[in-house]
């Protein structure tokens, strides 16, 4: 035991010789401290434990994939990413080949494959669908990770989908492009 922890638990001296019912408010300050520690050990357990953690699979020499995984951080989600391409990985996860495209994610029990915004990934957090996850199939122009200055600023229309175990999907969210 640490020393200064186990001096909280010794016995105060002082607090030995008065009645067994009668604590001396030294000893009541160790306990209180004690608790303290110990709450505050345990919300922070609970802080991480709750922390949002994507583990992200693509191919290393992709830069539109690097984009999308600043986009998560971004919006406060820790990335994880394993640079291993993510054909596996997406067909491991349950996404079928034809709604792939270049990077595949985990989060929270839930499959992301493509270029899905942080905002669909977190309402699908919140309302919890039974579903295999989201896709963002191809590469649309305009998506997060392949928007900017670097593609002209173009903003192609695109449907986030809601991809079932099945292999059947449903628009979760459109975005219409411009003009």
Known sequence: MIPHIQSMWSPNPRSVAKS?????????HRH??????????AVTGMAAASELVADVWKDPNCGCCKVWVDHLKEAGITVRVFNTGNTGARARL??????????T?????????????AADIQRLLREKP???????????????GMDGPVYGNRVM???VLLVQADGSTSVYQSYPGSQ
């Open 20 to 28: 067994s019912n009668m604590k001396s408010s030294s000893t009541k």
């Open 157 to 159: 229309a695109y449907d």
């Open 105 to 117: 994610a985990k989060i929270n029990g839930y499959v992301i494959e493509g270029h899905v915004p």
């Open 94 to 103: 349950g996404i079928p080949a034809k709604l792939g495209s270049c990077h």
């Open 32 to 41: 209180l401290s004690a608790v303290v520690v110990l709450l505050a050990m």
């Open 130 to 144: 039974k579903a295999v996850g989201l896709a963002v199939p191809g590469m649309p122009l305009g998506s997060p």
